[in-house]
C-alpha cells in the first residue's frame, strides 16, 4: 500500500532536510513519502539506476549515523530499531529520484523539494553575509570605542590635574650676598719618572 502525505509545500519539506557529512539531505523514507512510494519502491530503482547516483547524489547512512539522526528527529524513530541503514539523497539525488520513479505525484513534489534546499541554500547564505557584515561593524566600533577612550582618558588626567594639582617645583635658592673665594682646583698627584 502506498502512503500518501500531507506535505504540501517547500516550507514543510524544509523540516525534513538534515546536514549529514556537511551536506544538506534528505533520507529515503521521507523522500519516498513525498514522492507517493514505498521507501522499498524508491530504493529499487535507486539500485536498478546505480550510475544515477553517484556519492554526491546518494549514500548509505553508517551506523552511528543513523543513531545520530533517530535521537535527533522524532518522526525517525520507527528506525531505531531497523537493521536497514537508511539513504542520504543530496539535492541533485532527489531529483534523479523523481526522474527514475518517473510517476506524476515524484515530479510535481520534486519542484517543492529543490525549492526547499533553495531557501536552504538561500538562509545559509544570508547568515554567512549576515556574519560578515557584523564583523566589520564591530570592528569599527572598537576602533572608534579605542579613539573615544584614549579621548576620555586625556580629559581624565586633565580633570584630576585641576582637581589635584601636582606639587610646585622647589624654588631656586637666593643668591649670598658678599665676596666669595673662587675655588681652587684640587692638587694633581706628581708622577713619578724612571
Not at 513525498?34 to 549514500?59: C, H, S, W
Not at 515530479?107 to 547564505?125: C, E, P
Amino acid at each position: 500500500m502506498i502512503k500518501k502525505t500531507a506535505i504540501s509545500s517547500a516550507l514543510d519539506i524544509h523540516a525534513l532536510i538534515l546536514t549529514i557529512r556537511d551536506q544538506r539531505v534528505i533520507l529515503d523514507a521521507d523522500l519516498a513519502a513525498i514522492y507517493g512510494v514505498t521507501t522499498k519502491r524508491l530504493n529499487e530503482q535507486v539500485k536498478r539506476n546505480q550510475d544515477r547516483f553517484p556519492m554526491d547524489f546518494a549514500f548509505q547512512l553508517s551506523s552511528g549515523e543513523k543513531a545520530e539522526v533517530v535521537a535527533i528527529c522524532d518522526h525517525l524513530a520507527r528506525l531505531k530499531f531497523s537493521p536497514v541503514l537508511p539513504r542520504a539523497f543530496t539535492e541533485h539525488g532527489a531529483v534523479m529520484a523523481a526522474n527514475v520513479l518517473n510517476s506524476p505525484q515524484a515530479i510535481q513534489m520534486s519542484v517543492f523539494v529543490v525549492r526547499a534546499f533553495l531557501k536552504m541554500r538561500t538562509a545559509l547564505t544570508d547568515t554567512r553575509e549576515l556574519t560578515r557584515k557584523l564583523a566589520a561593524l564591530e570592528q569599527d566600533l572598537k576602533s572608534r570605542l579605542d579613539i573615544h577612550e584614549a579621548a576620555i582618558v586625556d580629559i581624565l588626567q586633565r580633570v584630576m590635574c585641576i582637581l589635584d594639582p601636582p606639587p610646585p617645583p622647589p624654588e631656586p635658592p637666593k643668591p649670598e650676598i658678599g665676596f666669595h673665594a673662587a675655588p681652587v682646583p684640587p692638587a694633581q698627584p706628581k708622577g713619578k719618572r724612571k
